[in-house]
């Protein structure tokens, strides 16, 4: 009886050494010896440091967090390359990571942030929370190969802005699942801007996908791809959802050839009674997308798979191929409904007459119209007649209403 419990001891004793554990580092080679003997559940903390810690071909096999030190007075910056592993899952939390260093005038070829095309895999999950990420040659996520196909429990894109992702070749997705079999995508507080190719994008026609995005802005993206910026196959059984989000180019007020070769948003079904979709409170818009707005709000016209599904809801969106939001690189990442960045620009409720759109010096008005703004206590502070902006740069920090056409929204100066 005594060596029975003598072995049980030595064996708890043995199961306690080997856990989950916090560790801050702030070195390259730290980074890379503690995610190599990590166990499931370790927490990989950045703590401040001056350099760019460089981790290009950094194997994770366990399931593990990276995340940064709280309370720093700046996000750690990672020259980051993830290739996950049978049984992993990675979240990456409130950090800077890319390949090639912001401002790189030109960036390197085949460089993806994370990957899952080394076997055959099985990944809990990806997240992404709170980070800025850009400069990839060919995107934030590669599961693209045709063997080594992996099975992803859920991706996860919460507040952050992606930049410059597939900037090298325009066939390649920012978040690219092209034959992955991906149970759950949800894309939110998020904005995309300048890059090539499509940007959340699967192939997969066999497991049954929930996608939500939500406040998600999707800026000057695909000019040149042969793909849908949000492009899925449906198997029976799939929901997908866009709410409020906004898809555009800036600055077009002309019209200019129709290049994508695509819709801005596009699922193709050959099953009967595959999947639903809904589209709502969102904006579709630019010249670039010319010949392909209608066919999504009226998919009969040219594309009878729509007819397929269980149920299509299109409701409150704004398409129109002369409708520009204006705005201008400089001001981002300030577009659309940040979360934590508390970034200025938003993208506000829709209504059946007059979509307003505040900016963080101005509020954009869809058409010409008498526009007021209001103290919350209904003090007029401002007011014009006949405009499609105004200026409230003046206006002290604090929350305030405006009303313009039928639509009343509240916004907030920071």
């Known amino acids: 009886?005594?060596?029975?419990?003598?072995?049980?001891?030595?064996?708890?004793?043995?199961?306690?050494?080997?856990?989950?554990?916090?560790?801050?580092?702030?070195?390259?080679?730290?980074?890379?010896?503690?995610?190599?003997?990590?166990?499931?559940?370790?927490?990989?903390?950045l703590g401040q440091s001056d350099s760019i810690l460089s981790q290009?071909?950094?194997?994770?096999?366990?399931?593990?967090?990276?995340?940064?030190?709280?309370?720093?007075?700046?996000?750690?910056?990672?020259?980051?390359?993830?290739?996950?592993?049978?049984?992993?899952?990675?979240?990456?939390?409130?950090?800077?990571?890319?390949?090639?260093?912001?401002?790189?005038?030109?960036?390197?070829?085949?460089?993806?942030a994370i990957s899952a095309v080394t076997e055959v895999a099985a990944i809990d999950s990806i997240v992404m929370r709170d980070c800025d990420i850009s400069n990839f040659g060919r995107g934030v996520i590669r599961a693209d190969n045709t063997t080594n196909i992996a099975t992803i429990g859920k991706v996860i894109v919460d507040n952050c802005v992606i930049n410059n992702a597939s900037s090298v070749s325009n066939g390649y997705a920012t978040l690219g699942m092209k034959t992955a079999k991906v149970s759950a995508i949800t894309v939110r507080n998020s904005t995309f801007i300048g890059g090539l190719g499509a940007v959340i994008y699967s192939e997969d026609t066999t497991t049954p996908l929930n996608l939500s995005v939500d406040h998600v802005t999707i800026y000057n993206c695909g000019k040149t791809t042969t793909k849908p910026l949000i492009g899925f196959k449906n198997p029976a059984g799939s929901k997908f959802s866009v709410t409020n989000s906004i898809i555009y180019f800036s600055g077009i007020t002309t019209a200019v050839s129709d290049t994508m070769t695509n819709r801005p948003i596009s699922f193709s079904s050959a099953t009967p009674d595959a999947a639903s979709f809904t589209l709502n409170n969102s904006i579709v818009c630019s010249n670039q997308f010319k010949s392909k707005l209608m066919s999504l709000i009226n998919p009969a016209s040219d594309n009878a798979a729509w007819a397929t599904y269980n149920t299509v809801t299109v409701d409150s969106v704004k398409m129109d191929a002369n409708y520009v939001v204006t705005t201008y690189p400089t001001?981002?990442?300030?577009?659309?409904?940040?979360?934590?960045?508390?970034?200025?620009?938003?993208?506000?409720?829709?209504?059946?007459?007059?979509?307003?759109?505040?900016?963080?010096?101005?509020?954009?008005?869809?058409?010409?119209?008498?526009?007021?703004?209001?103290?919350?206590?209904?003090?007029?502070?401002?007011?014009?007649?006949?405009?499609?902006?105004?200026?409230?740069?003046?206006?002290?920090?604090?929350?305030?209403?405006?009303?313009?056409?039928?639509?009343?929204?509240?916004?907030?100066?920071?």
């Open 1 to 45: 009886m005594r060596k029975t419990l003598l072995s049980i001891c030595v064996l708890l004793s043995m199961v306690m050494a080997v856990h989950a554990a916090d560790y801050v580092v702030t070195s390259s080679k730290d980074l890379g010896d503690k995610v190599a003997a990590a166990v499931d559940g370790d927490v990989i903390i």
């Open 56 to 112: 290009t071909a950094l194997s994770v096999s366990k399931h593990i967090v990276i995340k940064a030190a709280a309370g720093l007075s700046a996000k750690p910056q990672l020259k980051l390359g993830i290739v996950l592993k049978n049984g992993s899952s990675v979240s990456i939390q409130g950090v800077k990571f890319f390949y090639d260093k912001p401002g790189s005038g030109t960036n390197s070829d085949s460089k993806y």
């Open 331 to 414: 001001q981002l990442p300030g577009l659309g409904a940040r979360g934590g960045y508390k970034n200025k620009q938003g993208l506000q409720t829709l209504s059946n007459s007059t979509t307003i759109i505040y900016t963080g010096s101005e509020i954009r008005l869809s058409e010409p119209q008498q526009v007021a703004v209001y103290s919350v206590t209904g003090n007029l502070l401002l007011s014009d007649k006949n405009v499609t902006s105004l200026s409230v740069s003046k206006l002290q920090k604090g929350a305030y209403i405006v009303k313009a056409g039928g639509s009343v929204q509240k916004f907030i100066v920071r």
